[in-house]
């Protein structure tokens, strides 16, 4: 089996695939300061849960990180307690995504493997709409190459520096309200975010999809996707596990 690690900002997603199939997965907070002693205690107790084992079920390890000290230590747990060394998504990986930037170097891990698996199961021209500690907008062309995107502001993020800075307004949870016009605090925040989010999303699309040869394929992903991808009129797919797909199409280019 396969265990792919999608490790972001706030969150890590973390999946085991039998093949091509994704059997588990799960998410968990990114803690930098975690060792390779206690990053390898927290899989063996989620892989546990469905009586796996580092040693008896996993023979690849595949990882996509923005926080490179996380990366470090999943490559230190990899070698010692799988005992052989991981597929780590970085320049110079074999991805098949041609990149078309004036930087390449500058392009984040997670984004190529999004391209790669939207353009992978759901052909191209196509837009990946990321949802994270940054909302985060992939491009790809027809031929599956990356040509860049936008980024915006995460939800999660907005919200926080809403609330960190207005005196009356608490944080409230990430819900489509009952209705648009909020009768109530809470109500009028999350209407604000759902509906607001969701206007920025299909304002982004639209700007984005006048640039292209043809109209686009939108995937929306990411673990802030929620109740803001089911207002959004402009996303066709919701793949909440699309990077993991791509990290496994990854490892089978690289082994």
Known sequence: MLLAVDVGNAQTVIGVFDGSELVEHWRVSTEAARTADELALAFEGLLSFCDLSFSRNVHGVVICSVVPLVTERLREMT???????????????????????????????????????????????????????ATSFDVYDKAGAFTGGAIAPGIRTSMEALSAHGAQLGTVELLAPRRAIGRNTVEAMQSGAVYGFAGQVDRIVEELSAELDATPVVVGTGGLAGDVVRACRSIDHHDPWLTLKGLRIVWERNT
């Open 79 to 133: 070698n010692r307690y799988f005992h052989f060394p991981p597929v780590v998504v970085r320049p110079g990986t074999r991805t098949g995504v041609a990149i078309r930037m004036e930087n390449p170097r500058e392009v984040g891990a997670d984004r190529l493997v999004n391209a790669l698996a939207a353009f992978d199961q759901y052909g191209g021209p196509g837009i990946v709409v990321d949802f994270g500690t």
